[in-house]
């Protein structure tokens, strides 16, 4: 009996036993609520506000803080926190004669944090100086340091603010130094001047005040959180009374609730284009959202690691994947293709001219021997000083797609000699101290969200290397260090002129493909389920707005 059989006779059980239960816990089921909507997700969240790299937190970030200006379902910013964007036409994006520039930035009056205080430009200036101070841990600062100060020229009326850029940036006029939104000065200034380098354990993250359209109400571990409805928001009181977050890691038990409608929406779910279409076969009352995004499935490598630092074993590993395999299991029928660099075809940017690694096994066997490995008795390759090659691959434990994704690569691995060993973790662990300090030995299957904006300096340049030294500060965990690669994300973060910035981008993706620090499997769609109901879902599948980023137009349809 093959895997698909396997999960699907589960399943089956699942959605029995789930109906019956459901159908004795909630006479009247779950389409009778009107005043809640139900979000399930497939990870916890490990703080909210700040200091989490996970998707998690952004999507429930997006409902219980605004942002200065999100990224719409059609991918362009509209101002919400900030009257209008700057622009070097309009004279408020000021760029000055020693290429230091001046940004103006308007705030909308009438946004207030949840216990009632006014949102200011004080807040803006003090979330800037907190970020950008070294002592503050695990924050990425490779935009922040572009920034010289934030000037509030009036406290008395403190809803203009001016972002003094030291060095050109060619998204200053998107988001005020970088950031999407400011965190409350009077509840974390103390805290803060007292001990920056304690501010991840301080108890805001696990019960935050935001400004957003919901207000925080509970966290329950390992159960869900609920938000209830802000009717002070600037913007419109929500539609809906209270938002849960549901967690269910599980990504088929997941399915199994959406199917049952114990849940009414799912984001961040770990779905395949297949597992979606099942649910809503299943339920008519749901429907699915196939976005487009920029979501890049990946394997990074450690480069420190005494194989994968020699080029030629990073190139037959991929080699020996056949990665359109792994994209027909999420997404059958060609949706989801291979991918040969970090861009996706819809970018700009994007060079279809790279190098790529087709699915040959015997190339991978060459290159292997080229880098002195040779065949031991049990099939499996000896290094140089007879070290069996055994190596690791690590990702999210109870996701579906990735457990069948790293068996397959399993499989084809053994096949040039190579023993894997699957070692997964729950996402708060892996996307916590396992990626952010490096604590993978091999490799490590994971997902990046870019936007149309990415410049992803912060993930490529070899400064930004975690390390205890540096306080584990930057994305670069493959530990990628390439001179010339450096030079160009040099030139590109400071590039203004669009079509110079496309001429910089594709040649980056040129020495990316040929060094591969990171192996491209392809280019995930947002997958997002609804109940019909639901009105006013507008998916944008772009980093930093998820599925709640316009959340209160939402409404139950009546």
């Known amino acids: 009996m093959g895997w698909r059989e396997i999960r699907s006779r589960l399943w089956g059980w699942l959605l029995a036993a789930a109906v019956v239960l459901l159908a004795a816990a909630l006479p009247g089921g779950a389409q009778t609520r009107r005043?809640?909507?139900?979000?399930?997700?497939?990870?916890?969240?490990?703080r909210l506000g700040a200091f989490s790299i996970m998707v998690a937190a952004s999507v429930v970030e997006d409902a219980l803080y605004a942002q200065a200006a999100p990224f719409t379902d059609r991918w362009v910013r509209m101002p919400v926190m900030v009257e209008k964007l700057p622009t070097l036409k309009d004279g408020d994006w000021v760029v000055l004669p020693n290429g230091m520039m001046r940004v103006t930035w308007r705030l909308r009056r009438g946004f207030t944090w949840h216990d009632g205080r006014p949102v200011t430009a004080l807040d803006w200036r003090f979330t800037y100086g907190m970020f950008r101070n070294p002592q503050t841990p695990q924050v990425s600062r490779f935009i922040l340091n572009k920034v010289d100060n934030v000037l509030v020229p009036n406290p008395a009326d403190p809803y203009t603010m001016v972002v003094q850029w030291n060095?050109?940036?060619?998204?200053?006029?998107?988001?005020p130094f970088g950031g999407a939104y400011p965190l409350p000065r009077h509840l974390l200034e103390t805290a803060y001047l007292k001990d920056p380098g304690r501010l991840p354990a301080h108890p805001y993250w696990r019960a935050p005040v935001g400004h957003g359209p919901y207000r925080f109400v509970e966290w329950v571990p390992g159960s869900h959180i609920t938000l209830e409805a802000y009717d002070r928001f600037p913007l419109g009181a929500p539609k809906i009374r209270r938002v849960v977050f549901r967690f269910i890691?599980?990504?088929?038990?997941l399915q199994v609730n959406q199917v049952t409608g114990s849940v009414d929406a799912t984001e961040n779910s770990g779905f395949d284009c297949q597992t979606v279409e099942q649910i809503v076969r299943r339920n008519p009352q749901v429907t699915a959202q196939f976005r487009e995004?920029?979501?890049?499935?990946?394997?990074?490598?450690?480069l420190d690691n005494e194989w994968l630092r020699d080029r030629r074993v990073r190139q037959a590993i991929a080699h020996a994947i056949d990665r359109s395999a792994l994209g027909e299991l999420s997404c059958p029928g060609g949706r989801q293709p291979v991918a040969h660099t970090w861009l996706p075809p819809r970018h700009p940017g994007y060079n279809p001219a790279v190098r790529k690694y087709p699915y040959e096994p015997a190339r991978a066997r060459q290159?292997?021997?080229e880098a002195g490995f040779t065949l031991g008795p049990d099939g499996i390759l000896r290094d140089?000083?007879?070290?069996?090659v055994e190596m690791t691959i690590m990702s999210t434990s109870g996701n579906a797609l990735r457990?069948?994704?790293e068996l397959l690569i399993k499989e084809q691995l053994r096949e040039v000699g190579i023993d894997l060993r699957i070692d997964n973790r729950p996402a708060s662990v892996l996307l916590g101290p396992v990626l952010a300090r490096r604590q993978f030995p091999h490799m490590i299957l994971y997902l990046s969200n870019f936007s149309p904006e990415s410049m992803p300096f912060n993930r490529f340049h070899s400064s930004q290397v975690p390390t205890a030294e540096n306080n584990w500060e930057g994305?670069?965990?493959a530990g990628w260090r390439n001179a010339e690669n450096d030079r160009l994300w040099e030139q590109l973060v400071s590039e203004l002129d669009e079509k110079r910035r496309i001429q910089l981008l594709r040649r980056q993706q040129e020495i990316f493909a040929e060094d591969l620090p990171s192996l491209p499997l392809y280019f995930a769609l947002r997958l997002t389920t609804t109940h019909k109901a639901l009105r006013g879902i507008r998916p944008t599948g772009l980093v930093g707005s998820y599925l709640p980023w316009n959340i209160w137009e939402w409404r139950w349809e009546q």
């Open 384 to 388: 140089p000083t007879g070290k069996r």
């Open 293 to 302: 995004a920029m979501r890049w499935e990946r394997i990074d490598f450690n």
């Open 475 to 477: 994305d670069n965990r």
């Open 35 to 46: 005043d809640t909507v139900v979000i399930g997700m497939a990870q916890e969240p490990d």
């Open 403 to 405: 457990e069948q994704i």
């Open 367 to 369: 290159l292997l021997t």
């Open 167 to 175: 060095e050109l940036y060619p998204f200053a006029g998107s988001l």
């Open 249 to 253: 890691l599980d990504s088929t038990v």
